[in-house]
C-alpha cells in the first residue's frame, strides 16, 4: 500500500505540474553533496550520521515555482532515495531566492542485512544564490519521516543539510 501511495504522489505532482511546464520554464540539473542523519533505534541500531550524494534535476516555473526529482545516497545505512520535490522561491535580494517546500517519494534502505523500500515524506527550507545566467547554488535544510521497520529495526525520521550546485538551460 505504501509503494502505490508513493507512485501516487509522484504522478500525481507530475501531472499537477505539466500545464505550467507551457509558461515561462528554466531547466536545471545539478548535484550536491551534504551531511544525514537518520534516527535508527532498536535491536540493530547505529549512529545514523553519514555524509549523502545527491543528482537532481527539475524545472523553476515563473520564477517563483520549483518542480525537481532527487536521488540520493548515503552508504551508512546503505541508503538509496527518490524524492519528487515542490519549492515556492521567495525572492529576498536580486540574485537571492530563499525557499520552502514538500518532499515525497521512496527510500531503500538495508540494515544489518535486512532491506527494505518505504515511503518517505517530508518538507525543506533553504536559500538559493543565482551565481549567473547558467549557475546556481543552494544549501537545504530537508525533515523527511521514514516508514523503515525491518528486523526489530526502525528508521524514524532522516535530517539532512545539503549544498548544492546546478547548471541551468
Known sequence: MKKIAAVSTIALSILA?????AADT??????GVGYQEDSVKGAHDQ?????????RGGA???DHHRVMGTY????????????????????????INL????SAG????????ESATDFVWGGQVGAMYQINEDWSTDLTYRYLDQDYNENSTKIDYSQQVVWSVDYHF
Open 106 to 113: 521512496v527510500a531503500d534502505s538495508k540494515i544489518s542485512g
Open 17 to 21: 505540474a505539466s500545464p505550467a511546464f
Open 72 to 95: 540520493s545516497f548515503m552508504d551508512k545505512s546503505r541508503q538509496n532515495m527518490f524524492l519528487a520535490s515542490y519549492d515556492y522561491l521567495m525572492p529576498v535580494h536580486q540574485n
Open 99 to 102: 525557499f520552502a517546500g514538500v
Open 60 to 62: 523553476i516555473i515563473n
Open 26 to 31: 528554466e531547466w536545471f540539473v545539478g548535484g
Open 47 to 55: 549512529n545514523g550520521e553519514d555524509a549523502t550524494y545527491q543528482v
